[in-house]
């Protein structure tokens, strides 16, 4: 049962934009967190506007650079299979095959996942909490075995929900965002957030600004990428601990690269100490050591969380062996 | 607020119905429309148990809204079987033991019909994939994935169970 | 629908090639055509013209005094019919089995989140959305009791003010042999305390009705229940009705597994029906709501110590048991019974000292679930033992197997076990397995960050209801004026496939096929009473009734065709598809047609059966009697899980599984098998996932994103093996299936992956998070178990 709003279904873009400006405008591609925050009252609305006739934000397909266009409507599914996706950034294939379950990967689209709202779950319950405008965040002293360990600002504890962010992050793809003033692109690690600067958010979108597409760099030469996450159930469940990788390696350096963690942080938490450990290096069982442990030396686990040490250490030592292997 | 005109085709048949802007597919399919095949699980998207076909893509109806059918064709569990014949998934549902309450049957089933619409011959890993989302808190699973198998061309391969 | 007619609703099978009906054969369940095809109704289909929904204000507060209820807004919302309070209850407003202490509608104070306040009906459900949104409670906070041992404390919050025992709901106290004393006769003992979870049944159809005052002062109520004549019984008490005047339908659930064991959503759907003025009512709880007030497997605290002489026989047990109830009994004090029962596991146990408590608390409802306390109790004893062969050095099956009971033993409530029992058979079978045989090769073939174990469970599960409430049941069948057979189910099919199997008793004895057949599902009105559909009970004591009916029925069938034939008697004729034939000639009669010489009364057969009881007078209190002990019959288990610990992550999957059981002869290998395999994906949940998180009486998990039940992905590849022993009591000798196969996941998973990892984990469910801690602070050495 959904609170009633009107439904509209623009046909450009501009037109979407100008619907969005109006109050209480929220936006609906595929329909999955919309429709399930209404229903959960995490939010109102007052009109729906539908962007699925805007057949320009469909479709995937490469860039004159050879990178990757993405669609902020192509759906999850159609990330996850697609072949260039599979052959050059096969990281984000892997994150987009972790979303949720296939029904709502067919339904699911890429924009919706990154914009996606957090699935705490004092924030979808009944509490007024801090990042709806109350003054508290339930978590630090309740149920946090799910919540983050880094980027609290010790106001909110949420974690970033999407399994396609991270990897987005680490392939340095960027957001184009349109809206009234016109578009730009946003690279994807300052699209986010964290609570320190506003808790009420969770990106830098403003009212009457849509995601209408992701841009991927072309590929380096030599790049290696991965997925990885944990999880209590196979399907349809959120990550407590992921990382995304894509690492260019050279020579059996590391030449360059990003290390990003999901389940970590309200943001995806690009782990910056840990790409220092290894850009330039080797990856021997030394340095692969080393990063892990260096990747959870600033953690600030919660009452409830602490195991999210050794694993954030376990699945990063794993992966960059992985990678190390080939 | 006003409703809205809705057209679309279910079960191969064209529907018109004027509709909330707020209501879900799966409110209009089974409180308008008295598909009650079409059932209600958790409303969050999790339980798979009101799975549709839309343009035979398989789609959570709880987190569809109506108005986002327009044009589109849909398959309930109704429009499955015809003229007194079970569909051959329903068929083995029945035979393998696939079915206890039922109430997650229908998206199971389509869910599976999704499946090998697609892929005739899926892998055990496959079938699971597909299926992962639509629970089921009677059978444990194994005699839907032996159903399901069953249809496969060459049967003879089963998930071992 | 507002016509509907529930007098003729019979189910025939449209989509039914006819199929032969024989005992002992996989026989397709014959509701599985009308499910498969999404024709099948259930209590959450009905609608109708003129439809008033009704739904629920929820307390939202654990623990406070209702001190108002303001709804002057909620009633000026256009499309409002009424709202109700208890003011508008002209009954006892008070539900419950045993002890009836839970209110339709909250008249003093909320004693959990759930708890109703007030009924609003309403034209829609937009309308009734708003309306509830709408409605003030005027609450005095009050502390509240979060935790059973200490709701037992001296200056906790009372729950009920009006109970004598303070928050103690039931004290229950067995003592056999020398008791506590026996400790000193061991040479080895083992001591451990385990905390189980609260479970939610998670059923696909939440609590669902639809219900009608007919002009003629009868209140319809049809819902998704287990229990429809006790509902019957409890409505009318609670709304000051006449109980003739009440009719419970009960379609087949979408799923209930103990959690539609009473009353949900029927008081509140009769109460609204007799004010709606006369329209049609329908209440359907959402996902939420059903986590928030529907039932929970107890949460449990279970202190075990475990003694034995030095060549293994088991000496002494010592058990203390904290069930955390919730808020009301609803069956809290026989689900701590059973546990108390149970607490000792299938094995001899000479001297034995069982205490536990069912204690009112803030949570959230403690209830009927499949396994109905021996869960818990099977999950500690079957872990105890695992850690007493380590300690003597001995093989855990060997160990077992030397201590099984074996008919003519006691239990450990010194109860003798007369009926059949295959523990040693289930045990040899599982020692015998492949997977036990070949368990150190697979498990020293571990990959890297990888660790195996295996671990064993075994189990018993009473069936019925004990020696002092009557479980008993009636059967009915008819030659339909059309020849066809109709069988008249008493006991409601959740899903278990009872229903079907009714039609292949009757069918087989009376030598029909599938499409001769017609089954009326139970309804207060047309079929007869014939308890609950609970307790692994269903076909055995229905079955046994059904017998008795269809056997009448055939001889009488038979003795009129012989007359017809001017045979020289029955034993001439014989039942075939559709007819009857005189063996010496050939001839035949259609029973379309034979059924022209029937007086309507003589087409019916009716059929009475009483449940055999304990006779052992094993001097536990009346009040323990009363909740159920001991029982009489019991189905066996054992079971085997081969689990892989992820070192890294903490992850245990579960590889294989590995189930024998003894539950009698085996009526249908496919419904069998199905409730195998089903009560073991719930038993891994319960293991592996399923956590409700509940903060100061309000549960967090109120959705299956969080609340994690396992998917096809899952749940590994089961192995199912029945040890068929005849049970002389039973219909063609079967026993229950229903219960046993939930209560070895648990403490087989537990035990496996101590085997894996030295290490005990004591709490479940084992989340990946919880092993990791364990591991993580005393993982890489070894630690004994």
Redesign the interface.
Known sequence: ???????V?PGSVEEAIDHLTSEGARV?AG??DL??C??DNVFGALK?V?I?ALDDLRGIRQTPDRGVRIGALATITQVENHELINERYKGLAMGASEV?????R??GTIGGNICQKP?C??YR??FHCIRKGGNLCYAFG??N?FHCIFGSDKKCCIVHPSDIAPALVAFDARVRVSGHKGDRLVPIEKFYVLPGEDVERETVLEAGEIVTEIILPPIIEGTRSSYRK?R???????A??GVALALVLKGGKVESGRVVLSGAAPVPWRSHTVEKVIIGQKLDSKTITRAAETAVHNAEPLAK???KI??FK??I??ELTKIAIG | MKKQLLSMNVNDETIEVAVEASASLLEVLRDELGYIGVKEGCSEGACGACTVLMDGRPVRSCLTLALEAEGSSITTIEGLASGGQLHPIQQAFVDRGAVQCGFCTPGMILSAKALLDHNPNPSDEEIKDALAGNFCRCTGYAKILDAVCSLRPASSSKPGR | MNDQNFDNKNTSFSYLESRPLHIGASVPRLDAYEKVTGKEKYAADYYGENLVWAGVKRAGVPHAVLRGIDFSSAVKVPGIVRVLTHEDITGSNRQGVIRKDQPVLVNDKARHCGDAIALVLADNKESLKEALDLIVCDFEPLPGVFDSEQGLRNGAALVHEDNADGNRLLKGEIKTGSGSDAYKECDVIVEACFQTQSQEHAYLETEAGWARLLANGKLEIVCSTQTPFRDRMEVAEALGLDPTLVRIIAPYPGGAFGGKDGVTVQTLLGLAALHSGGRPVKMWWNREESFVSGTKRHAALMYYQLGAKADGTLHFLDVRLYFDTGPYDHLGGVVLTLALEHAGGPYRIPNAQLTGWAVYTNNPIGGAFRGFGVTQVTAAVEQVMDMLAQKLGMDPVKLRLKNATKRGDRSCVGKTMVCSNGLVECLETLSKHDLWKQADDWKSSAGPFKRRGVGIAAAMQGSGYGPVVPDYANAKVELTSDGKIRVYCGVVDMGQGNASTNLQIAGSILGQESGQMELVLPDTDRTLPSGSASASRCTYTFGNALIGAAETLKQRILQRAADLFMASGPHEMALIPGSVRHLPTGREVPLFRLVKFFQDSERIAVHHFRAPVAADNIGVSPEIKLHGLPHTLFSFGACLAAVEVDELTGAAEVKRFLAVSDCGKVLNPQIYQQQIHGGIAQGLGYALSEKLEVEKGRILTTGFSTYIIPTASDVPEIDSIAVEIYEPTGPFGLKGVGEIATNGPLPAVANAVADALGIRVFESPLTAERILEAFASNGRQESSI
């Open positions: 049962m959904l609170p009633n709003f009107k439904y279904r609906h329909g999955t429709l399930g209404l229903r729906v539908s699925n949720a379950s296939p029904q709502l067919n339904q699935r779950w004092y319950g009944e309740g149920e075995q944990v209590a159930r196979r399907s349809w469940d959120f407590l601990a969380n602490s195991y050794p694993l376990a699945i030592e794993e």
